[in-house]
């Protein structure tokens, strides 16, 4: 959700000046503007309830605090900052007692409605929407049924248990399944519907399209028709990324088998690739074919790691053997655990919840924290955090 500010102003320049001292506008803000004065202000408190309402008015009466008072009762999410000419410390009073947060005296000197702005959006949490873009973390299963997309939602709940906000995202275009791993509730919005409004996409439609699965978790579909899946455009997926990465501190990808070109464009802006598959020697031979296309497609090489699902002490392929085969980092081991992961899987519940103590809970809380420890930028989170390709392998 974007911080929704609306300006009041007694005419169009006076607006404009206020406005110019908020920050760029955003995925992350969204900014309504009108001319008016107390009276229209109270009206847009009621109606609308911003987040933060800014008004300049050359005169305040007690009757206009009045009117401001009873607006601002009806909307306690609403900080209201105040431009007006008085700054006796008994009109500071009753403002401050009529829920006025700061009054901000005019004419203005240099800075300071600035700063008064920067500090209330900071409280409303504007830090957290500005903060680096989402790391983008997708899911590669080697052949099917490698266990990506019980990891990728695994990973996506673990995640979000922690404050993370993430968006799980299913490119198994045309039919996806991650929803069924993490709930019983059924998107009514896909991919495809976002593909469709690409014109108008920003982070309200991105929300709109996304299922909440819990405050920090949301799910963003895969069609599961084939008539729809066709508006799901590599050009798609990338604006989606690019809208996503400002919302999110994970964008989390289950990218599903089909290399085509809206996975590669996922894969394109992933800063990790996690290669998942299992100690046998038909996942070590699809592994490798895709490890040679990426390659080709000249992913730098520290962006590639393996996950080894399923695996069982004393298998006759040791993880080390298989990473060694493979040429690139193990970066996590994910035990067998069939009842556990079955009963979730098959009751559309988090691991997490089903089996807290299980093996591979463990393990999946060990990937978040591995993933969090990293921030975009530092060695092994991706190439500057862009996730583009670079140089070549071998
Ligand atoms: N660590 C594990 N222990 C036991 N069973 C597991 C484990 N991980 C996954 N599975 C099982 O493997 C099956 C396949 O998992 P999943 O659907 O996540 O694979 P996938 O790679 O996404 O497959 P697909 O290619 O069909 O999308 C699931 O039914 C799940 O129960
Ligand atoms: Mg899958």
């Known amino acids: 959700m974007s911080i929704r500010i609306s300006v009041i102003g007694p005419d169009a320049q006076r607006i404009a000046d206020i406005s110019s001292a908020l920050p760029a506008a955003s995925d992350s803000l969204a900014l309504k503007t009108a001319t008016g004065g107390i009276v229209e202000a109270a009206a847009e408190i009621e109606r609308d309830q911003p987040d933060l309402l800014v008004i300049e008015s050359p005169r305040v009466a007690d009757g206009d605090l009045a009117l401001l008072e009873s ?7 609403t900080t209201a900052l105040l431009l007006a000419p008085e700054h006796s410390s008994e009109f500071l009073l009753k403002a401050m007692r009529a829920g006025v947060r700061e009054v901000i005296p005019t004419p203005l000197v240099n800075g300071e409605l600035a700063a008064a702005l920067g500090r209330q959006l900071e409280r409303l949490g504007l830090q957290r929407f500005a903060s680096p873009a989402a790391r983008v973390i997708a899911f ?15 990973l996506a709940v673990e995640l979000a248990s922690r404050g993370m906000r993430t968006l799980l995202t299913d490119l198994n275009v045309p039919f996806g399944d991650a929803a069924l791993y993490l709930t019983e509730a059924r998107p009514t919005a896909t991919l495809a519907d976002l593909a469709r409004q690409l014109a108008r996409l920003d982070a309200t439609l991105l929300d709109s399209a996304s299922l909440s699965i819990s405050d920090d978790l949301a799910l963003l579909a895969a069609p599961d028709s084939v008539e729809r899946y066709a508006d799901v455009t590599a050009e798609a997926i990338d604006r989606i990324l ?43 031979h699809a592994a490798r074919r895709l490890i040679e296309l990426f390659s080709g497609l000249g992913y730098d090489k520290g962006k590639l790691r393996l996950v080894l699902n399923r695996h069982e002490r004393g298998a006759e392929i ?7 085969t493979l040429g690139i980092e193990l970066a996590h081991l994910i035990p067998n655990s069939y009842r556990s992961v079955a009963w979730a899987v098959n009751h559309g519940q988090p691991i997490q919840e089903s089996a807290p ?9 060990q990937m978040a924290g591995r993933l969090m420890s990293k921030g975009p930028g530092e060695p092994g989170a991706g190439p500057g955090g862009s996730g583009g390709r670079r140089g070549l392998w071998h």
């Open 71 to 77: 607006s601002l009762l009806t909307a306690p999410k």
């Open 318 to 324: 040791s993880p080390a053997d298989a990473a060694r």
């Open 242 to 284: 690019t809208v996503a990465r400002s919302r999110y501190r994970f964008v989390i990808l289950d990218a599903g088998r089909g290399i085509d070109p809206v996975t590669i464009r996922g894969l394109d802006r992933a800063d990790e690739i996690l290669l998942v598959a299992q100690a046998s020697i038909p996942y070590l």
């Open 357 to 365: 103590r299980d093996a591979v809970t463990r393990a999946i809380a």
């Open 140 to 154: 590669v299963p080697a052949k099917g049924g490698s266990g990506a997309t019980f990891l990728a939602s695994s």
